[in-house]
Nanobody, 125 residues
């Protein structure tokens, strides 16, 4: 069992940056692959980025590749998502997720068992 709490969202202007944090409690996040997903009202949940349990492999969506970096601090039981050059279309609730996904499920919400409550990211024009 693991509990996840996201933070770091907020309101930024186009071109701005945010660093999202996901702090785990309960089980150590060292045991899990970690992902970030986002969901805007009326839209499906979208994959953003993921990092494998070892921390040695990272994955990015096409729309965030080159504008984001996912990382983890195992000692602090925290996963981060640094986002730069934000655009209005990035506006969404961003969710942290933990799971034991095999490689083929890394980019799928079904590959993750535990989810945080989300943090709102709003990018103004």
């Amino acid at each position: 069992q693991v509990q996840l709490v996201e933070s770091g969202g907020g309101l930024v202007q186009t071109g701005g940056s945010l660093r999202l944090s996901c702090v785990g409690s309960g089980d150590s996040l060292r045991s899990y692959n970690m992902g970030w997903f986002r969901q805007a009202p009326g839209k499906d949940r979208e994959f953003v980025a993921a990092i494998r349990r070892s921390g040695g492999y990272t994955y990015y969506s096409d729309f965030m590749k080159g504008r984001s970096t996912i990382s983890r601090d195992k000692d602090q039981n925290t996963v981060y998502l640094q986002m730069d050059n934000l655009k209005p279309e990035d506006t969404a609730v961003y969710y942290c997720a933990a799971g034991m996904a095999v490689l083929s499920a890394t980019r799928l919400a079904s590959g993750y068992r535990y989810w945080g409550q989300g943090t709102q990211v709003t990018v103004s024009p």
